[in-house]
C-alpha cells in the first residue's frame, strides 16, 4: 500500500515562501514513469491544480502560480517539492500532493496573512 506524507506548510507573511514536501512509502513500482501533482483547496472553492511533473521532468503551472512556483522531484527519495516564493493571501489554501493522479496525501494547510 503506498502512502503520501506532506509537510512543509504553516502561517506566512505575504510575500513570503514556504516549501512543502510530499514523501512516498510502500510499494510503488517504478516512480519513474508516473507523474506527480500538487492540488489546493481554498475554503469553499473547488480543490484545482497548481502544479504537474511529468516523468521526463517536465513541469506546468496553473496560471495564478506561474514564475512563483516551482515544482520539482527526485526520484531515488521518491519525493515531490513545492517551492512557493511571493505569497499572496489568496494562496492560503489546503495543498495536496498526488502521484499519479491516483493516491493522495492528507494535505497540509498553507495560511497566508500578516
Known amino acids: 500500500q503506498v502512502q503520501l506524507v506532506e509537510s512543509g506548510g504553516g502561517l506566512v507573511q505575504p510575500g513570503g515562501s514556504l516549501r512543502l514536501s510530499c514523501a512516498a512509502s510502500g510499494s510503488i513500482g517504478n516512480i519513474y514513469f508516473v507523474n506527480w501533482y500538487w492540488y489546493r483547496q481554498a475554503p469553499g472553492k473547488q480543490r484545482e491544480l497548481v502544479a504537474t511533473?511529468?516523468?521526463?521532468?517536465?513541469?506546468n503551472y496553473a496560471d495564478s502560480v506561474k514564475d512563483r512556483f516551482t515544482i520539482s522531484r527526485d526520484n531515488a527519495k521518491k519525493t515531490v517539492s513545492l517551492q512557493m516564493n511571493s505569497l499572496k493571501p489568496e494562496d492560503t489554501a489546503v495543498y495536496y500532493c498526488?502521484?499519479?493522479?491516483?493516491?493522495w496525501g492528507q494535505g497540509t494547510q498553507v495560511t497566508v496573512s500578516s
Open positions: 511533473i511529468t516523468s521526463g521532468g517536465s513541469a
Open positions: 498526488s502521484l499519479g493522479g491516483a493516491i
